[in-house]
């Protein structure tokens, strides 16, 4: 690493087992016009943990995330992934390196499959000659591995995976689209609201289902505005505000009203330096 | 710019304009042409025959045309277009016989002289002319050889198979269907309608809209539901050519089969010489064009409103029978004399 | 944590459920219904001249053509486009073709590629319009079909080349008017290489890639996107591979007439259409199969044969086929409704 990444990582605080952080940055800055979306932003987030991230509407959390899965490009600042600096130019960079992203809309094609939607942009190809001359797809190995993928995340039940998508319920829905980002050998997965459109019940499966991703050692990011959801499970909660992270709390450590009271101005953050480590 | 300059300007554009309409007054005769479509060769022979005519006496040419045949929405506002440019007489192949007359009514009460080519409007005097070949007696024509070639069977052995153009009647697509039947020898009954006849020996009528590909359908549905055919009507010779096609492919185009048709096109002419054609009855479209643009400019310079032939009530610019296999009685030219006049 | 905490989604469908379900696995059912219950109909009212193998071979002829650009309009469909300009592509295609090896004196081989070429020449510059200048593709292609028709125009004529004067000097431009014999069935080879084209498509739909992007970007051209499809590039293509199939339409067309005429596809856009719709493809994008389209051309074709055999007049065959158009697309509606 040049003597400048040295000095700039020595920015990344481990947390208290001595890990660093598996995704970080620092003061990243992006304006539209006049618009100020990020305005001297950090983040960080440790391996095997999940990270609660708050804001109000208008805070600047949505192009943050963006920034860091790829699909924004920061006009300044720094990105690191497992301690080695990157530059994402599109969402697809990023996705190669391990970071996938479950957005709101789940980006699933409705009337496509279960294992077309799993594999959708990265479908495989049959060996040899049929694979490569007559481009034809490994429907059976595509079909094996969505269905192992279903099940290691407890989504067995999901009887038929040439199911087209639209006949599933939201959250079997939402539950295809994290075993999706699961799929691909990725280190962290970014949620994007993802209770946001159901109902009590599925929400909780929902909810076990994060823990269960988390059980297997993939770092998630939740971005959420349900905040007896995100203290139920995250580990750590990144409060942002006005373009920036004003604070990193531990949701036992602090309660959920104070928590939206800084994360609205009406509060100060905490004053401490331990930035909610463990 | 100064109070001055703009008072010179618009006195300049004044000028000009006073000039231009003073110059539109005087003999700048603008005459229109609106045909069914600008792809069938018989409307492309008359544009060119109007276009030269016009050039000739030195009067303005404007052409028009619809997208298909039955587009009667085009034809309508070319004739908007032409009352707007101030055209002195319009000459149209309707489309729609019935629809197009409320707009040229419009066209006639703006002191247009509006002629109808080939195709007579519906009423007939909704045009104040008729330039036309004789439809009926095209039909008749044809008709009447084919009756003669088939001799004593015609009454008892044919099995006629029609080929017409469009579902909603035109006068030229009944006319000529009529016209045949008469000279077959088929009782036609109300002779502005066609299909409320009974005689046996119709197969039937098929709709193919003046192409090719319509007289393939047209005559293989025929044949399916009586593969007896001996005789087929059709409206043009693009569909005689698909229908031909259609008995080739059911082995039926050994001279079994006499095919008629009308129009007199080139291609026409020669698939007469190479026997895919019986008959067919020749039109001049060249000539109606070219008669229709001197009476508009006749009628532009003293107002004389062209008459008809006699004893018709429209003026018939002619038509010749063409066939190589010619009957007793009935007057032809073979296919190599046709070819001489043939247009297209 | 015990194995009763893993996250399971329960799933008891109902027995409508389930019908609802496969319907939207397997659409293509309704039409294929259609069909046989059509077929059943006209051979109990017509009789064995309706359900011989020389009729039903014969609209197998008949349906070829339209059928062949309904196969271009199921592409340019599935991806929620559309394409009125596929008649005029196959016509000013035959057109280049018939000119190219009876007027300019090319080879018939070199003028009947050259022929297509015009014809993915053609299908290029709608999609360019389409992805280059994003304008919405029924407008595009409404103007390119006058455009088209203009150039068909402009180069032949008005002229029609015969029959025996292609036969004469370019007789491999109405090779596809050929004719095979399978005992009591008669095929054409332009039927022939229509149903291989049919398959060759449901290979690159279902089994390609390729084809599973053509469905995202027509169902959601968002989630295709964000999945790393350049979706551009995916419609560019498929505008151009269908303005090839309306150059072969055009080596049909000629088989079949025997001229190189430019009369003729007039209606053709809004018949492939038809033939597309009643197949079950949506014309929302996404939904939809090649053998539906397949199936929806032998329906419009067999019920036109069969009315006019039973002596119908030809407006009830109108009627018959703006119903079932609206079936298809009402049914069509309700499956997508009731699945939300």
């Known amino acids: 690493m040049a003597a400048e990444d040295l000095e700039l990582s020595a920015a990344l605080v481990p947390d208290a087992a001595g890990r660093q952080p598996v995704?970080?940055?620092?003061?990243?800055?992006?304006?539209?016009?006049?618009?100020?979306?990020?305005?001297?932003?950090?983040?960080?987030?440790?391996?095997?943990?999940?990270?609660?991230?708050?804001?109000?509407?208008g805070a600047g959390k949505s192009s943050m995330i963006a920034a860091l899965a790829g699909a924004v490009r920061p006009d300044s600042g720094e990105i690191w992934l497992a301690g080695e600096q990157v530059r994402f130019a599109n969402p697809m960079e990023a996705r190669a390196k391990g970071i996938e992203t479950v957005f709101q809309t789940l980006a699933m094609a409705p009337a496509l499959t279960i294992v077309d939607n799993l594999f959708l942009g990265r479908e495989y190809r049959k060996p040899g000659f049929r694979g490569r001359w007559l481009r034809a797809l490994d429907r059976g190995r595509m079909r094996a591995e969505a269905r192992k993928h279903l099940s290691e995340l407890g989504l067995a039940t999901i009887q038929n995976i040439d199911q087209v998508v639209e006949t599933l319920s939201g959250g079997q829905r939402q539950g295809v689209a994290v075993a999706r980002a699961c799929a691909f050998g990725s280190r962290v997965i970014i949620l994007d609201e993802p209770t946001a459109a159901l109902g009590v019940k599925e929400s909780r499966k929902v909810l076990d289902l994060i823990l269960d991703v988390r059980r297997r050692g993939i770092s998630v990011v939740l971005i959420s505005h349900n905040m007896p959801h995100v203290f139920e499970i995250a580990d750590r909660v990144h409060i942002h505000r006005l373009g920036r992270r004003i604070a990193q709390v531990r949701p036992d450590q602090i309660s959920m009203s104070d928590a939206v009271a800084i994360m609205t101005g009406a509060m100060p953050p905490p004053t401490d330096d331990d930035q909610g480590r463990t | 710019m100064s109070k001055r300059s703009w008072l010179a300007c618009g006195a300049a554009i004044a000028t000009l304009c006073l000039?231009?309409?003073?110059?539109?007054?005087?003999?700048?005769?603008?005459?229109?042409?609106?045909?069914?479509?600008?792809?069938?060769?018989?409307?492309?022979?008359?544009?060119?025959?109007?276009?030269?005519?016009?050039?000739?006496?030195?009067?303005?040419?404007?052409?028009?045309?619809?997208?298909f045949d039955g587009d009667n929405d085009t034809q309508v506002q070319a004739v908007e277009n032409l009352i707007a440019a101030g055209a002195k007489g319009i000459l149209i192949v309707a489309s729609d016989t019935k629809a197009i007359v409320p707009t040229i009514q419009k066209a006639r009460d703006a002191g247009l002289l509006v002629i109808a080519l080939d195709t007579p409007l519906e009423p007939m005097d909704a045009a104040q002319a008729t330039f036309a070949t004789d439809n009926f007696h095209a039909g008749e024509l044809i008709g009447e050889w084919a009756r003669r070639s088939m001799g004593d069977e015609a009454a008892s052995k044919a099995h006629v198979a029609f080929i017409d153009a469009h579902e909603?009647?035109?006068t030229v697509d009944v006319a000529r269907d009529q016209g045949f039947m008469k000279g077959f020898g088929i009782d036609i009954k109300d002779p502005a309608r066609r299909g409320d006849e009974d005689d046996a020996r119709i197969v039937g009528h098929e709709m193919g809209e003046g192409s090719e590909v319509g007289g393939r359908n047209g005559m293989e549905t025929l044949l399916q539901k009586n593969f007896d055919v001996n005789v087929v009507y059709t409206i043009n010779e693009p569909t005689a050519a698909g229908a031909w096609e259609a008995l080739k492919a059911a082995g039926k185009a050994d001279g079994s089969v006499l095919v008629t048709s009308v129009d007199g096109g080139c291609p026409g002419v020669k698939n007469v010489a190479d026997g895919v054609i019986g008959a067919t009855s020749m039109q001049f479209p060249l000539l109606m064009a070219s008669l229709g643009v001197e009476a508009i400019v006749e009628h532009a310079k003293n107002g004389t409103v062209p008459a008809p032939s006699e004893g018709l009530t429209f003026t018939n610019t002619g038509v010749k029978l063409v066939t190589d296999k010619p009957v007793e009685g009935l007057e032809s030219i073979t296919s190599e004399e046709a070819l001489k006049i043939c247009w297209g | 944590?015990?194995?009763?905490?893993?996250?399971?989604?329960?799933?008891?469908?109902?027995?409508?459920?389930?019908?609802?379900?496969?319907?939207?696995?397997?659409?293509?059912i309704i039409p294929?219904?259609?069909?046989?219950?059509?077929?059943?109909?006209?051979?109990?009212?017509?009789?064995?001249?309706?359900?011989?193998?020389?009729?039903?071979?014969?609209?197998?002829?008949?349906?070829?053509?339209?059928?062949?650009?309904?196969?271009?309009?199921?592409?340019?469909?599935?991806?929620?486009?559309?394409?009125?300009?596929?008649?005029?592509?196959?016509?000013?295609?035959?057109?280049?073709m018939g000119q190219m090896a009876l007027t300019l004196g090319l080879p018939p081989e070199i003028a009947l590629l050259a022929g297509i070429a015009v014809g993915a020449a053609c299908g290029a510059l709608n999609g360019l319009l389409i992805t280059w200048l994003r304008l919405p593709p029924f407008i595009v292609t409404l103007g390119t079909w006058s455009i088209f028709n203009a150039f068909?125009?402009?180069?032949?004529?008005?002229?029609?080349?015969?029959?025996?004067?292609?036969?004469?000097?370019?007789?491999?431009?109405?090779?596809?008017?050929?004719?095979?014999?399978l005992g009591a069935w008669r095929l054409t080879l332009g039927s022939v290489l229509m149903l291989g084209l049919?398959?060759?498509?449901?290979?690159?739909?279902?089994?390609?890639?390729?084809?599973?992007?053509?469905?995202?970007?027509?169902?959601?051209?968002?989630?295709?996107?964000?999945?790393?499809?350049?979706?551009?590039?995916?419609?560019?293509s498929v505008y151009l591979i269908a303005g090839a199939i309306c150059g072969l339409a055009g080596w049909v067309l000629i088989g079949r007439i025997g001229a190189v005429s430019p009369l003729g596809g007039g209606s053709a856009n809004l018949d492939s259409i038809t033939a597309v719709v009643i197949g079950g493809t949506s014309l929302f994008g996404g939904r939809g199969s090649i053998l539906g389209t397949l199936i929806g051309a032998l329906i419009v074709g067999f019920f036109r044969n069969g009315l006019a055999l039973a002596g119908l007049d030809v407006l009830w065959q109108e009627f018959s086929i703006g119903c079932l158009i609206i079936m298809a697309v009402g049914f069509d509606q309700w499956l997508r409704r009731i699945s939300n």
């Open chain 3, 198 to 236: 049919a398959g060759l498509l449901w290979y690159m739909l279902n089994r390609t890639a390729y084809g599973r992007h053509i469905y995202a970007v027509g169902n959601d051209p968002e989630a295709a996107r964000l999945s790393g499809i350049s979706t551009r590039r995916v419609l560019f």
């Open chain 3, 152 to 181: 068909v125009q402009f180069w032949s004529g008005g002229q029609t080349i015969r029959q025996q004067e292609i036969a004469a000097d370019a007789a491999i431009l109405q090779w596809t008017g050929t004719a095979l014999q």
């Open chain 1, 23 to 57: 995704l970080a940055a620092r003061d990243l800055h992006k304006a539209y016009g006049r618009v100020v979306a990020m305005d001297g932003a950090d983040f960080d987030l440790y391996p095997g943990e999940i990270l609660g991230v708050i804001g109000d509407n």
């Open chain 3, 1 to 28: 944590m015990s194995s009763d905490d893993t996250p399971h989604f329960s799933e008891h469908a109902g027995p409508g459920r389930r019908v609802i379900n496969f319907l939207h696995g397997n659409p293509t």
């Open chain 3, 32 to 96: 294929f219904l259609v069909l046989v219950i059509g077929l059943a109909i006209f051979s109990l009212i017509v009789g064995k001249r309706f359900f011989h193998p020389f009729n039903l071979s014969l609209v197998l002829q008949q349906v070829t053509v339209i059928g062949m650009l309904a196969l271009a309009q199921t592409l340019i469909i599935l991806t929620a486009g559309i394409d009125l300009s596929v008649g005029a592509i196959m016509v000013l295609s035959s057109v280049a």
């Open chain 2, 168 to 170: 909603s009647q035109p």
């Open chain 2, 19 to 67: 000039g231009v309409s003073t110059a539109q007054a005087q003999d700048d005769i603008l005459v229109g042409l609106i045909t069914k479509t600008d792809t069938n060769p018989f409307f492309v022979k008359m544009r060119e025959g109007a276009s030269e005519k016009a050039k000739e006496l030195g009067v303005k040419f404007q052409a028009f045309a619809g997208k």
